[in-house]
């Protein structure tokens, strides 16, 4: 940091001014966390520096003795964390990781069948925005109306009718636990692969805290800087016999050289990941989504899916007469970051949306329960029903700076035990 200072003063200051910018405001965005300090410090390691195209012993640089060590380390803690025959470390992103599945297993024009981006999946599942979707003939499953879950007599049918070759699972933003079991049955019927991404709930899974999909899929995708609470960065899992195609897929497939810095982060986050003290912090991060779905219940908002499994807890502005641009810059100015997001079958476009995806792994990292999710639930409520009013925000947003400075986001490292 100061050599960054000397060589760099306007990003050093940027860097400090996000630090306490994350020190001070609650963060409730489901896709982000707080990385620990040793994460971050491996980030920022001379594995930064090296070129290693390839795999361990087989790699297009010399040096890698040190590089071939941490990567068979990492592919061997994320192999045991999940229970899965094969890892490939490499993608630099989820998107990645599911392209790299998309284009190892299929051709051109093949078809898919995956979640709509409108009811909760993500864009790389074929969204018109999306590569994906250029290269491939998706078609979309959603959730029921009435439960607003998966409607799965709904994705044999239409897996029946239109006879994909893959089918997907997984989304970005849907509360509720994922019936594998299920889509995998409906895949193995018509001979389709299926691919689970978990990029959401991985640390969930590996803590145990939710059911796995690595039994059921024939490829698992998932990002690690989620709930999983590492750096930046995608994984692929598979089955023995598809191992190959995936790695000639990641690599000389969708990418050059690995990022063996990000890579080396892995490593450190799976072995975290592996202890009683991060099972325990994902056990509570449900626990601190179920209350905040009840608290906020209790403040008469409506809870889409009627509640929560895992992290995320989507709710619905409709009944409150708001948009969810409007309620995520109101909470921002109080000091609750959150991010607007479409709820199933959405009136708003996606620039405003009716809902709100509120989630709990980052203040479950910095050590918050219950007792500051009842309270964060008031604020919210607060905030919402005093819109524009300047002295209603500033009284919260002091309270929140006094919450926050209980609550450090670069703890000692709580995963040791
Ligand atoms: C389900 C899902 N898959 C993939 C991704 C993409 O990950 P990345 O942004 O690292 O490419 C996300 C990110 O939000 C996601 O929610």
Not at 22 to 27: A, E, R, V
Not at 135 to 153: A, M, W
Not at 286 to 303: D, F, P, Q, T, V
Not at 341 to 369: E, V
Request: aromatic fraction near 6%; hydrophobic fraction near 40%.
């Amino acid at each position: 940091m100061h050599t960054l200072f000397v060589d760099d003063p306007e990003v050093g200051i940027l860097i400090d001014q996000e630090t306490s910018r994350l020190q001070n405001t609650i963060n409730l965005i489901a896709a982000e966390n707080h990385a620990p300090g040793s994460i971050l410090t491996t980030q920022g390691s001379v594995f930064s520096m090296k070129a290693a195209e390839g795999y361990p012993n087989a790699r297009f640089h010399a040096g890698c003795a040190h590089t071939d060590a941490l990567e068979r380390l990492a592919v061997n803690r994320c192999r045991e964390l999940f229970g899965a025959d094969h890892a490939n470390v490499q993608p630099h992103s989820g998107v990645a990781a599911n392209l790299s599945v998309y284009f190892a297993m299929l051709d051109i024009g093949d078809r898919v069948l995956s979640m709509k981006l409108s009811h909760g999946g993500h864009l790389s599942h074929g969204a018109t925005a999306s590569i994906t979707s250029r290269c491939f003939n998706f078609s979309h499953y959603g959730v029921s109306p009435k439960t607003e879950r998966i409607d799965y007599d709904a994705v044999a049918s239409m897996a029946q009718e239109r006879q994909p070759r893959m089918i997907v699972a997984g989304a970005s933003s849907y509360p509720r636990l994922i019936d594998y079991a299920r889509l995998a049955e409906i895949a193995a019927g018509i001979d389709a692969y299926f691919m689970v991404d978990m990029a959401h709930i991985a640390g969930l899974v590996a803590a145990k805290a939710i059911p796995s999909p690595v039994p059921h899929a024939d490829f698992v995708t998932f990002t690690t800087y989620k709930t999983l609470m590492g750096g930046r960065g995608g994984v692929v899992l598979c089955k023995h016999p598809h191992a190959a195609r995936i790695d000639r897929s990641v690599f000389p497939g969708c990418q050059g050289t690995p990022a063996m810095n990000m890579v080396a982060a892995k490593a450190v986050c799976f072995q975290r990941a592996g202890k009683p003290a991060f099972r325990e912090i994902q056990r509570q991060t449900i626990s601190n989504a179920r209350c905040l779905a009840k608290e906020l219940a209790a403040h008469g908002y409506r809870i889409v899916s009627d509640g929560t499994d895992n992290h995320i807890v989507l709710i619905d502005l409709c009944t409150k007469g708001l948009t969810g641009e409007n309620a995520e810059n109101q909470l921002e100015a109080a000091g609750l970051i959150v991010n607007r997001n479409p709820i199933p079958n959405d009136r708003q476009g996606p620039h405003n949306a009716s809902g709100l995806r509120l989630g709990t792994p980052a203040i479950t990292a910095r050590g918050m329960k219950e007792a500051e999710v009842k309270q964060i639930a008031t604020w919210i409520d607060t905030v919402l029903n005093n819109q524009g009013q300047q002295r209603v925000l500033e009284k919260v947003a002091h309270e929140i700076a006094t919450l926050c400075n209980r609550f450090p986001v670069f703890r000692t490292d709580s995963c040791s035990s």
